[in-house]
Structure formats: C-alpha cells, structure tokens
C-alpha cells in the first residue's frame, strides 16, 4: 500500500467494510447533478444513486480484483476515496474521488504527484481513464499526463517516469 502523506494533515488508510455509508454519501456528492439533471425526485434519486454506487463498486471488484481501495483522511476525518491496482506493467488509477469542499485544495495534485513518485520508483507508467470534460481531465494534463486517446467517454492518460 502506498504510505506517503500529500499534505501534513492528509492520509490514506484502508477502505473497510465500516466505510461503506461514507463511500455511498460521497458518490452521491460526485454524482447528484447527473439525476437532478433529469427531474428525479429526491426519493428515486437516492434509489438511483444506490442502485449506480453498487454497481460501481460490483464493477471495480470484477475488474480490479487487486486493487487497493483506500479511504483519503484528514485529520481522522474521511474525505475521499482512492483506488489504486499495482501489476508487473503499469500503475493503474481507477478512482479519485473527494467531497465537493475538499476540491480545488492541491489534495487530488499531491497525491497524484505521490502516484507518479511511486512509478518512478517502480519504473512504470501510471495511467488512468478520465470522463471527457472531468475537471480531473485538466489536473492530469497539468501533472504531465499525455493523452493516449479516447475509451468511449473518456480519455486514456498516461504518465511515464523519467
């Protein structure tokens, strides 16, 4: 598990099973417009979110069976989410995500840049698939991540170490 601190008062530590109200509530705070969007009302938005937040999660086991799924803390408070696989050829970000107040903090940079200081080491790319129009999109290209090109709606990134 990587172990570095992006900031002094943020951390990472495993996800478990006592983390799952938590991880529920802050998909649905990166997910809510996607239904109000739609006119849902607030009892079928919720079932909605439910409904995508465990199939989300079906998907990363099934496809990332290895993954590292860790909750990103703060001063014991939990305030986001990272899921991290390691494989013999490339680090792979399947999942950043951080409440809306913690956005737009250099939270998701410095552990992005803690990523790439774990590829170097490691000698291998780091590489990630962005929803087209994420603000994420723009934050990887700042920390050098090169577009490879699109998967359907999102755009393959990647970084290579020196």
């Known amino acids: 598990m990587m172990t570095y601190k ?3 008062s943020i951390e990472l530590r495993p996800a478990t099973l ?3 109200a938590f991880l529920q509530r802050l998909y649905a705070s990166a997910r809510g417009t996607e239904f109000r969007l739609h006119g849902c009302d607030a009892a079928t938005e919720a079932m909605l979110q439910t409904v995508q937040f465990k199939a989300q999660q079906t998907d990363f086991q099934l496809q990332y069976p290895d993954a590292e799924a860790t909750i990103i ?3 014991e408070r939990p305030i986001g989410r990272l899921y991290v696989q390691y494989s ?3 680090v792979r970000l ?3 995500t951080l409440l809306p107040e913690y956005r737009g903090r250099g939270i998701g940079r410095g552990l992005l840049r803690g990523l790439q200081a774990h590829g170097q080491r490691l000698h291998l790319p780091v590489r ?3 929803l087209l129009g994420n603000p994420a999109q ?3 290209q700042r920390c050098d991540f090169i577009m490879q090109g699109l998967d359907g709606l999102y755009a393959a990134m990647e970084w290579q170490p020196a």
């Open 18 to 20: 006592a983390d799952q």
């Open 88 to 90: 013999d050829d490339e």
């Open 128 to 130: 990630m698939n962005v």
């Open 6 to 8: 992006t900031a002094p």
């Open 138 to 140: 723009r934050l990887c």
């Open 73 to 75: 803390v703060e001063r």
């Open 94 to 96: 399947i999942d950043i």
